[in-house]
């Protein structure tokens, strides 16, 4: 399948430079450059521990990087809690364990945030949570809570509900990997939709049929370092590193 | 020989009801009261011992006297049945202490409004009526001690002017809400300091609405009771909440203060916090100090069960799992916010009951006011069997009592299972 590029602007949407992490004395993040474009799509794959999820935890500020600096939009993570909610509310996260809110519905998920952040009123904040619903394709389901809702479907209303920030980024941590396999696709195609819109994204991912028909860019990560990044045709015709060859044949082996 | 492993249905197999011994009542009695000897032995016993007992206890308390004037004429009568005539003598002490005969009303009055401020607390449907609850304390205050209408209503008009205050502040003039409170507080005490008592004054003058004055030792029985336990279980609530919260809290010197608090009370026994109230305090406040020895009380069970209720909302809080607290910030949520609206709800739902559990205790520990003399009803049951007519009577009394409490308790474990079935989301 042939992916548009025409999305990709110079603006900048997240600008990394040698930021290092340490959990105790773990060093979780050593040296981590990596400047997003607005519209780009990023796949970021990686052995577990490789530092992956942490990578992008650390640009919401989920976690706290100690050393270097991001920029989200133009403004610096710092202790500024100010800064921080604000590049949260703009910044859309979904969860490997989809983390949905379980005493609410899932029209009451979508709608909570835009009427506490954005102080959005609550008839407009429903349209534009059932209309995010209807992207997602679930909304019959707005009245449910998401205890009555099957995994795929949850993870579907989670995207719905960070859409409804109207997010200029979102950030998506290996959203597939607690559901079953015939789940998986909806909650791809989801994504794929969110990709050919023009979505600035950041996936840590283990599809690799999924990086292969979006990705603009796919990050290889180990030992927390960004080991290599490439095209995804050429990263996975042509892996540079040994480690990323390993990497490549042990998940695409079988 | 080789068996086949290929195979495809053609025939269907339709559902069919179960066989008759396992559903209705037959089945229910197989599998709960007889699914095996034990079983059936223990279920034969247990019906034994409830037979027996109420052998005993109907005739004793069907045939019971209502009416004798002393308990030498109930054992006159029958000495084999209950003599429930101390209740019908002495039912008004039991209910309301020492308070005034005449004024009896009262109390009843604050109970009646009891019910109506609790039920749009209790029930989201009736939530329009909550203005009620809120003036409902001051109410209560007023009608049970008495005094002048006007030096209670200065509270409530203090703490809206306050209000009002702080929000015209936010509204118009400032965006930092922590300064906005600083000064509303500081405008909020000063009219208490400076106005309140001078515009009372001017108030009785112009429309004086009062009620006799009735002291805090002429409280007893049930009143007490209720005020004590009430009032304990709605302070304790937030203040445990807040407790729970600061115990969590990143910031050091708040934890500790929180962990302090609820190691120091929580390993005290609650019968020397009250000696502390009665006794101790009139040691370190200054002399002539007129700290009312029913509000001691009330602080130091609220304290108490503060702490209770702390570390019960603890449990709720550790429950939940990480991703919650991790969703409400990545949507841009503030820590207040997502406490209100994402954590707190769960917390307190997992935590219900617990909660309802430290309530239960709260509201029967007031019993034991009557260690430092109180007249709460098991203070009462004791002044009432040093009466010559009644030396000797303990059953009636204490059965009433214990009634009584139960009918309360009952209904707080009531109340919590149905709110429990009704917030449940999950199926």
């Given at each position: 399948?042939?992916?548009?590029?025409?999305?990709?602007?110079?603006?900048?949407?997240?600008?990394?430079?040698?930021?290092?992490?340490?959990?105790?004395?773990?060093?979780?993040?050593?040296?981590?450059?990596?400047?997003?474009?607005?519209?780009?799509?990023?796949?970021?794959?990686?052995?577990?521990?490789?530092?992956?999820?942490?990578?992008?935890?650390?640009?919401?500020?989920?976690?706290?990087?100690?050393?270097?600096?991001?920029?989200?939009?133009?403004?610096?993570?710092?202790?500024?809690?100010?800064?921080?909610?604000?590049?949260?509310?703009?910044v859309g996260m979904v969860f490997q364990h989809f983390n949905l809110f379980p005493h609410l519905t899932t029209l009451e998920n979508c709608t909570l945030a835009p009427m506490w952040v954005r102080e959005t009123p609550e008839k407009e904040a429903t349209e534009i949570a059932m209309e995010m619903l209807e992207k997602v394709k679930i909304p019959e389901q707005a009245h449910k809570y998401p205890g009555q809702l099957s995994g795929g479907q949850q993870q579907r209303v989670a995207i719905a509900r960070s859409l409804c920030m109207k997010p200029r980024i979102m950030l998506f941590d290996e959203v597939t990997s607690a559901l079953d396999p015939e789940m998986i696709k909806e909650v791809l195609d989801t994504?794929?939709?969110?990709?050919?819109?023009?979505?600035?994204?950041?996936?840590?991912?283990?599809?690799?049929?999924?990086?292969?028909?979006?990705?603009?860019?796919?990050?290889?990560?180990?030992?927390?370092?960004?080991?290599?990044?490439?095209?995804?045709?050429?990263?996975?015709?042509?892996?540079?590193?040994?480690?990323?060859?390993?990497?490549?044949?042990q998940i695409l082996g079988h | 020989m080789m068996t086949k492993i290929a195979f495809v249905r053609k025939k269907e197999i339709p559902p069919s009801a179960p066989p008759i011994t396992e559903v209705g009542l037959i089945g229910w009695l197989r599998q709960n009261l007889f699914s095996s000897w034990l079983n059936s032995i223990l279920t034969v016993l247990s019906v034994y011992f409830i037979v027996i007992m109420l052998w005993d206890f109907i005739p004793w308390a069907y045939g019971g006297h209502w009416n004798t004037k002393s308990l030498r004429e109930c054992l006159d009568l029958d000495p084999d049945v209950a003599c429930f005539s101390v209740l019908t003598a002495r039912w008004k002490q039991l209910l309301?202490?020492?308070?005034?005969?005449?004024?009896?009303?009262?109390?009843?009055?604050?109970?009646?409004?009891?019910?109506?401020?609790?039920?749009?607390?209790?029930?989201?449907?009736?939530?329009?009526?909550?203005?009620?609850?809120?003036?409902?304390?001051?109410?209560?205050?007023?009608?049970?001690?008495?005094?002048?209408?006007?030096?209670?209503?200065?509270?409530?008009?203090?703490?809206?002017?306050?209000?009002?205050?702080?929000?015209?502040?936010?509204?118009?003039?400032?965006?930092?809400?922590?300064?906005?409170?600083?000064?509303?507080?500081?405008?909020?005490?000063?009219?208490?300091?400076?106005?309140?008592?001078?515009?009372?004054?001017?108030?009785?003058?112009?429309?004086?609405?009062?009620?006799?004055?009735?002291?805090?030792?002429?409280?007893?029985?049930?009143?007490?009771?209720?005020?004590?336990?009430?009032?304990?279980?709605?302070?304790?609530?937030?203040?445990?909440?807040?407790?729970?919260?600061?115990?969590?809290?990143?910031?050091?010197?708040?934890?500790?203060?929180?962990?302090?608090?609820?190691?120091?009370?929580?390993?005290?026994?609650?019968?020397?916090?009250?000696?502390?109230?009665?006794?101790?305090?009139?040691?370190?406040?200054?002399?002539?100090?007129?700290?009312?020895?029913?509000?001691?009380?009330?602080?130091?069970?609220?304290?108490?069960?503060?702490?209770?209720?702390?570390?019960?909302?603890?449990?709720?809080?550790?429950?939940?799992?990480?991703?919650?607290?991790?969703?409400?910030?990545?949507?841009?949520?503030?820590?207040?916010?997502?406490?209100?609206?994402?954590?707190?709800?769960?917390?307190?739902?997992?935590?219900?009951?617990?909660?309802?559990?430290?309530?239960?205790?709260?509201?029967?520990?007031?019993?034991?006011?009557?260690?430092?003399?109180?007249?709460?009803?098991?203070?009462?049951?004791?002044?009432?069997?040093?009466?010559?007519?009644?030396?000797?009577?303990?059953?009636?009394?204490?059965?009433?009592?214990?009634?009584?409490?139960?009918?309360?308790?009952?209904?707080?474990?009531?109340?919590?299972?149905?709110?429990?079935?009704?917030?449940?989301?999950?199926?």
């Open positions: 399948m042939e992916k548009t590029k025409i999305n990709i602007t110079d603006e900048v949407a997240i600008h990394i430079s040698d930021m290092n992490k340490w959990f105790g004395n773990f060093h979780v993040l050593r040296d981590i450059n990596l400047e997003v474009r607005r519209g780009e799509r990023i796949v970021v794959c990686g052995p577990s521990g490789s530092g992956k999820s942490t990578l992008i935890r650390c640009i919401n500020r989920l976690e706290e990087h100690q050393k270097g600096s991001i920029i989200v939009d133009g403004t610096e993570l710092t202790t500024d809690l100010k800064n921080i909610d604000k590049i949260r509310s703009e994504m794929i939709q969110l990709a050919e819109e023009g979505m600035t994204m950041i996936c840590v991912t283990h599809e690799m049929g999924f990086a292969r028909q979006v990705a603009d860019r796919v990050i290889f990560m180990d030992d927390g370092q960004i080991v290599e990044q490439n095209e995804p045709e050429e990263f996975f015709k042509n892996p540079k590193s040994d480690r990323t060859k390993l990497f490549l044949s | 309301f202490g020492l308070y005034p005969a005449e004024e009896y009303w009262r109390p009843t009055l604050t109970f009646i409004f009891l019910l109506l401020a609790i039920v749009p607390i209790l029930f989201p449907k009736f939530f329009r009526f909550f203005w009620f609850s809120i003036i409902y304390p001051g109410l209560a205050v007023w009608l049970l001690w008495g005094g002048s209408f006007w030096s209670i209503s200065i509270v409530y008009i203090g703490l809206t002017l306050g209000a009002l205050f702080f929000l015209t502040l936010i509204r118009r003039y400032l965006k930092n809400y922590m300064i906005a409170a600083i000064l509303a507080f500081l405008f909020t005490a000063v009219f208490f300091l400076f106005i309140s008592s001078p515009l009372v004054g001017l108030l009785n003058v112009i429309l004086p609405i009062s009620l006799p004055f009735v002291e805090s030792l002429k409280m007893g029985g049930f009143t007490l009771s209720l005020i004590v336990g009430v009032t304990g279980i709605v302070a304790s609530f937030p203040i445990g909440i807040l407790l729970a919260l600061g115990r969590q809290s990143n910031l050091p010197v708040i934890k500790m203060i929180c962990v302090g608090f609820i190691e120091f009370i929580r390993g005290v026994p609650l019968i020397t916090l009250l000696f502390v109230a009665s006794v101790l305090l009139n040691y370190f406040l200054p002399p002539g100090t007129n700290f009312d020895i029913v509000l001691r009380v009330v602080i130091m069970v609220t304290l108490f069960s503060a702490a209770y209720m702390a570390e019960v909302i603890r449990g709720g809080l550790a429950g939940l799992p990480l991703g919650q607290h991790e969703a409400s910030a990545s949507l841009g949520l503030t820590y207040w916010q997502s406490q209100r609206l994402i954590i707190m709800p769960q917390a307190l739902k997992i935590s219900i009951p617990g909660i309802v559990n430290t309530f239960i205790g709260l509201f029967k520990d007031t019993t034991l006011v009557s260690i430092i003399s109180l007249r709460d009803p098991v203070g009462l049951a004791s002044t009432i069997r040093a009466d010559q007519k009644w030396n000797g009577i303990y059953w009636e009394l204490y059965v009433a009592i214990g009634l009584m409490f139960f009918i309360f308790c009952w209904g707080m474990s009531q109340y919590s299972q149905y709110l429990e079935r009704k917030l449940k989301t999950d199926k």
